[in-house]
């Protein structure tokens, strides 16, 4: 894996998962795709706009989901819609995003960049939820290295964290960088990151944060209808799916 490194791996499979795509069917003309958040998300639109600009794709409609993705959709001239537009009518063909961690599940975990909220409504309401991941992505367990973030209402704070910390949680308010005070999200709410010293049953623990009160969503995505396509990288440098 040393021939390439991390930022040309999510080159490379974010690119090669558009064309695989294009060319299994799976993203076509016409299409209402769901356009994801993130540094492996970011290549995956941009190559779906050369795609349309070599006249390979035509009519697509993009639901995003955050500020960075809507301002780099109109930077390529991808045409952005909410995902209440009548054209779109709250369901979506096809939604493509990145992860910051995958287990031999598929099962994800996602919001690093803190749009993880409007990440999870874009997925779970398409017919097919195509993931595009980094090696260093692909874990055995989900939520003991990196920190599943949690999306809270402000005013919850303390009793959001109590409630996560009674279940085995190490709970971090998320700070902003070049900004003093907490991150603020594009829904206008803070960000608990929680790790676990041992493993956690993330289907389990999907409902169960979700349950506590002041917590708007959490980073586990393991409900999809149907569980997403991984694209990744092997050792050779070839890009997989499974």
């Given at each position: 894996?040393?021939?390439?490194?991390?930022?040309?791996?999510?080159?490379?499979?974010?690119?090669?998962?558009?064309d695989?795509?294009?060319?299994?069917?799976?993203?076509?003309s016409?299409?209402?795709?769901g356009l994801?958040?993130?540094?492996?998300?970011?290549?995956?639109?941009?190559?779906?706009?050369?795609?349309?600009?070599?006249g390979?794709?035509?009519?697509?409609?993009?639901?995003?989901?955050?500020?960075?993705?809507?301002?780099?959709?109109?930077?390529?001239?991808?045409?952005?819609?909410?995902?209440?537009?009548?054209?779109?009518?709250?369901?979506?063909?096809?939604?493509?995003?990145?992860?910051?961690?995958?287990?031999?599940?598929?099962?994800?975990?996602?919001?690093?960049?803190?749009?993880?909220?409007?990440?999870k409504?874009?997925?779970?309401?398409?017919?097919?939820?195509?993931?595009?991941?980094?090696?260093?992505?692909?874990?055995?367990?989900?939520?003991?290295?990196?920190?599943?973030?949690?999306?809270?209402?402000?005013?919850?704070?303390?009793?959001?964290?109590?409630?996560?910390?009674?279940?085995?949680?190490?709970?971090?308010?998320?700070?902003?960088?070049?900004?003093?005070?907490?991150?603020?999200?594009?829904?206008?709410?803070?960000?608990?990151?929680?790790?676990?010293?041992?493993?956690?049953?993330?289907?389990?623990?999907?409902?169960?944060?979700?349950?506590?009160?002041?917590v708007?969503?959490?980073?586990?995505?393991?409900?999809?209808?149907?569980?997403?396509?991984?694209?990744?990288?092997?050792?050779?440098?070839?890009?997989?799916?499974?």
């Amino acid at each position: 894996m040393s021939q390439l490194s991390q930022s040309e791996q999510k080159e490379k499979v974010a690119s090669t998962a558009i064309d695989k795509l294009i060319q299994d069917k799976m993203i076509f003309s016409g299409m209402k795709i769901g356009l994801g958040t993130g540094s492996t998300a970011v290549p995956a639109v941009k190559h779906l706009s050369k795609r349309i600009n070599d006249g390979t794709l035509k009519d697509i409609k993009a639901v995003v989901t955050s500020f960075q993705t809507k301002n780099l959709c109109e930077e390529l001239g991808i045409p952005v819609y909410s995902l209440n537009d009548k054209v779109i009518g709250g369901h979506l063909d096809l939604a493509i995003d990145g992860a910051d961690e995958v287990d031999p599940n598929n099962n994800v975990i996602k919001g690093g960049g803190a749009a993880l909220l409007l990440e999870k409504i874009v997925a779970y309401n398409s017919d097919q939820f195509v993931v595009v991941a980094d090696a260093t992505k692909i874990v055995d367990t989900l939520g003991t290295k990196f920190r599943l973030p949690v999306e809270i209402v402000p005013e919850a704070r303390r009793s959001v964290t109590m409630a996560l910390e009674a279940m085995g949680a190490d709970c971090l308010l998320r700070e902003g960088v070049r900004k003093c005070g907490p991150v603020i999200t594009d829904n206008g709410n803070q960000i608990i990151d929680c790790v676990w010293q041992n493993p956690v049953d993330p289907f389990e623990f999907e409902e169960k944060i979700n349950k506590i009160v002041g917590v708007v969503e959490n980073g586990f995505f393991t409900r999809n209808a149907k569980k997403p396509i991984v694209f990744t990288i092997d050792a050779d440098c070839n890009v997989i799916s499974r």
